[in-house]
């Protein structure tokens, strides 16, 4: 029954190195949210994809990337991860930008950098 | 403006307790309030939402009390378990954004 399925659970990279996180969504929603989180924390937004139209938060490093190669999948790439880029990801979707009561986030990722 | 306050960071409650969990935000153009549990290595879940066009929402044991003019709302959970020990977030939206409060690591001693 999982909808939003991000993987994997946990990723462990080098720094600089570049990796990508994966998210799923079996909701058919229009739009796919990707939020950092750290360590206690509450979850900032990074970016979403609104179909295939990108949106970028204004303080969102060069360094986070996004690809949306069809509706149900996203992915967030990280170029090359420093020491303070080590945090959950969580993936969310939306059936349209304010479709808050089926806001739906993932399990997350959780990203170590060493 | 873009902020929403919360507190206590945490807090302690007996069973069968009362916790209350408050938020302020500035930004008048939010017009949905929810509040989101997160469990240790899991993503927020919906617990329970209300708009300002309403002063009080109950679901199950959770209560949402909304004062508009204030720009203040607040998280009940009425007969606490110690399986509600997790990590609550009030949040505001607009548009396309949800804006997160800073979290509230609520625990419920047997």
């Known amino acids: 029954d999982a909808m939003v399925i991000q993987n994997p659970r946990y990723q462990v990279t080098q720094f600089g190195k570049p990796v990508t996180l994966s998210c799923s969504q079996t909701?058919?929603?229009?739009?796919m949210y990707w939020y950092q989180q750290k360590s206690s924390q509450a979850p900032k937004l990074l970016f979403h994809?609104?179909?295939?139209?990108?949106?970028n938060e204004a303080d969102t490093p060069d360094n986070f990337q996004s690809r949306r190669p069809n509706t149900s999948f996203c992915f967030l790439d990280i170029r090359s991860p420093g020491l303070g880029d080590a945090a959950m990801y969580l993936c969310?979707?939306?059936?349209?930008?304010?479709?808050?009561?089926?806001?739906?986030f993932g399990s997350g990722t959780r990203l170590t950098v060493v | 403006q873009q902020q929403v306050k919360q507190s206590p960071q945490s807090l302690i409650v007996q069973k069968g307790g009362i916790p209350i969990i408050n938020c302020a935000y500035e930004?008048?153009?939010?017009?949905?309030f929810p509040w989101y549990q997160q469990f240790p290595g899991k993503g927020p879940a919906l617990l329970i939402a209300?708009?300002?066009?309403?002063s009080e929402k109950k679901e199950g044991r959770f209560t949402i009390s909304f004062n508009k003019s204030a720009k203040q709302f607040s998280l009940h959970i009425m007969d606490s378990q110690p399986g509600d020990s997790a990590t609550y977030f009030c949040?505001?939206?607009?548009?396309?954004?949800?804006?997160f409060g800073s979290g509230t690591r609520l625990l419920v001693r047997p």
């Open positions: 969310a979707t939306s059936r349209d930008p304010g479709g808050w009561d089926g806001y739906t």
């Open positions: 909701l058919n929603h229009n739009v």
């Open positions: 994809y609104y179909d295939k139209d990108f949106n």
């Open positions: 930004n008048t153009a939010f017009d949905y």
């Open positions: 209300i708009r300002p066009d309403v």
């Open positions: 949040a505001a939206a607009s548009s396309y954004k949800l804006i």
